[in-house]
C-alpha cells in the first residue's frame, strides 16, 4: 500500500513538471509591433528605431488591450546617426522631432515593463510585425547590439506576411496596403501634430493596430475558419508547431 501511494505521489510529482514546463512554453500573449526607422545610415548600412508601437493580445481575452508607443532619439552622444528625407517624407519626423526623445536603451526598459506585463511570470510572447524578418526585426537587432541590449528570450517572431500566405496562398504582393484592400480594412494613418496641413503618415502604433485587424480579419475569413478555437489559436498555431 505504501509502495503504492509513493508511485502515485512520484506521478502526480511528475505531472506537475510537465505542466510547469508546458505553461513555460504557452504563448500567453500576441504582440503587433511596428517601427518607424531612421533610414540607412551612411557608414554603418544599419536603421535605427525612431518609433515603436505594440499592441499587445493576451491569451484569453477576445481582442488586443494593452498598448505601447514611444517615440526615440536615434543619436548617440558622439553624433552618430540622422534621420533620411527618405524615411522622414513616410513617417513624417525629422531629428529636431525626437532629439528631445530618449534613446533607445531608456525606451528598452520601458518596453522591456510592457512586455514583462503582459508575459506576467511565464510563457512566450509571439511578436508579429510585417515583413518582420528583412525590416523590424534586424532594426531591433541593430539597436540592441548598439547598446549591449538582450532580446529577450520569450520571445518568437513571426510575419503577419507568413501568416497571410498560410491562410490565403502564396502572393507576389506583400504590402500592408495591399492586404488592407485585399480585405477591405481601413489603414489608420497618422497626423503629425508639428506638420503644416492635413498630411498623413506612417505611424508605429497605427501600423500595429491595423496589422492586428488583419491578422484578426485574415483568420475569420480564411475557409477552414473554426468556431470552435479561438482566433487567438488560431494565429498562433500557424507559428507554433
Same mark, same amino acid.
Given at each position: 500500500?505504501?509502495?503504492? /501511494?509513493?508511485?502515485?505521489?512520484?506521478?502526480?510529482?511528475?505531472?506537475?513538471?510537465?505542466?510547469?514546463?508546458?505553461?513555460?512554453?504557452?504563448?500567453?500573449?500576441?504582440? *503587433?509591433?511596428?517601427?518607424?526607422?531612421?533610414?540607412?545610415?551612411? #557608414?554603418? +548600412?544599419?536603421?535605427?528605431?525612431?518609433?515603436?508601437?505594440?499592441?499587445?493580445?493576451?491569451?484569453?481575452? &477576445?481582442?488586443?488591450? &494593452?498598448?505601447?508607443? #514611444?517615440?526615440?532619439?536615434? !543619436?548617440? *552622444?558622439?553624433?552618430?546617426?540622422? $534621420?533620411?528625407?527618405?524615411?522622414?517624407?513616410? #513617417?513624417?519626423?525629422?531629428?529636431? %522631432?525626437?532629439?528631445?526623445?530618449? +534613446?533607445?536603451?531608456?525606451?528598452?526598459?520601458?518596453?522591456?515593463?510592457?512586455?514583462? +506585463?503582459?508575459?506576467?511570470?511565464?510563457?512566450?510572447?509571439?511578436?508579429?510585425?510585417?515583413?518582420?524578418?528583412?525590416?523590424?526585426?534586424?532594426?531591433?537587432?541593430?539597436?540592441? &547590439?548598439?547598446?549591449?541590449?538582450?532580446?529577450?528570450?520569450?520571445?518568437?517572431?513571426?510575419?503577419?506576411?507568413?501568416?497571410?500566405?498560410?491562410?490565403?496562398?502564396?502572393?507576389? /504582393?506583400? #504590402?500592408?496596403?495591399?492586404?488592407?484592400?485585399?480585405? !477591405?480594412?481601413?489603414?489608420?494613418?497618422?497626423?503629425?501634430?508639428?506638420? $503644416?496641413?492635413?498630411?498623413?503618415?506612417?505611424?508605429?502604433?497605427?501600423?500595429?493596430?491595423?496589422?492586428?485587424?488583419?491578422?484578426?480579419?485574415?483568420?475569420?475569413? +480564411?475557409?477552414?475558419?473554426?468556431?470552435?478555437?479561438?482566433?487567438? %489559436? !488560431?494565429?498562433?498555431?500557424?507559428?507554433?508547431?
Amino acid at each position: 500500500m505504501c509502495q503504492q /501511494q509513493h508511485v502515485h505521489l512520484h506521478l502526480t510529482l511528475y505531472q506537475i513538471e510537465i505542466l510547469k514546463l508546458e505553461k513555460e512554453y504557452e504563448v500567453v500573449a500576441i504582440v *503587433f509591433w511596428d517601427l518607424e526607422t531612421s533610414g540607412k545610415h551612411p #557608414s554603418s +548600412n544599419a536603421e535605427y528605431i525612431i518609433e515603436i508601437g505594440c499592441v499587445g493580445w493576451k491569451l484569453n481575452m &477576445e481582442t488586443a488591450t &494593452e498598448n505601447f508607443s #514611444s517615440l526615440v532619439n536615434p !543619436q548617440t *552622444f558622439n553624433g552618430e546617426c540622422s $534621420i533620411t528625407p527618405k524615411a522622414s517624407q513616410v #513617417s513624417g519626423l525629422y531629428m529636431r %522631432d525626437v532629439l528631445k526623445e530618449s +534613446n533607445w536603451d531608456s525606451v528598452y526598459i520601458k518596453w522591456i515593463e510592457y512586455l514583462s +506585463n503582459l508575459r506576467r511570470k511565464h510563457g512566450k510572447i509571439l511578436m508579429l510585425a510585417h515583413n518582420s524578418r528583412n525590416a523590424d526585426e534586424n532594426c531591433l537587432k541593430c539597436d540592441c &547590439e548598439r547598446y549591449r541590449l538582450i532580446i529577450p528570450s520569450y520571445l518568437i517572431f513571426g510575419d503577419t506576411h507568413l501568416l497571410y500566405n498560410n491562410l490565403h496562398g502564396k502572393t507576389p /504582393q506583400w #504590402s500592408i496596403d495591399f492586404l488592407c484592400s485585399r480585405f !477591405q480594412i481601413a489603414r489608420k494613418k497618422t497626423f503629425r501634430s508639428n506638420r $503644416i496641413g492635413n498630411s498623413q503618415y506612417h505611424g508605429a502604433l497605427n501600423d500595429a493596430d491595423t496589422l492586428h485587424n488583419l491578422a484578426i480579419t485574415m483568420v475569420k475569413q +480564411n475557409l477552414l475558419y473554426s468556431n470552435t478555437l479561438s482566433v487567438f %489559436d !488560431q494565429i498562433v498555431k500557424n507559428f507554433i508547431m
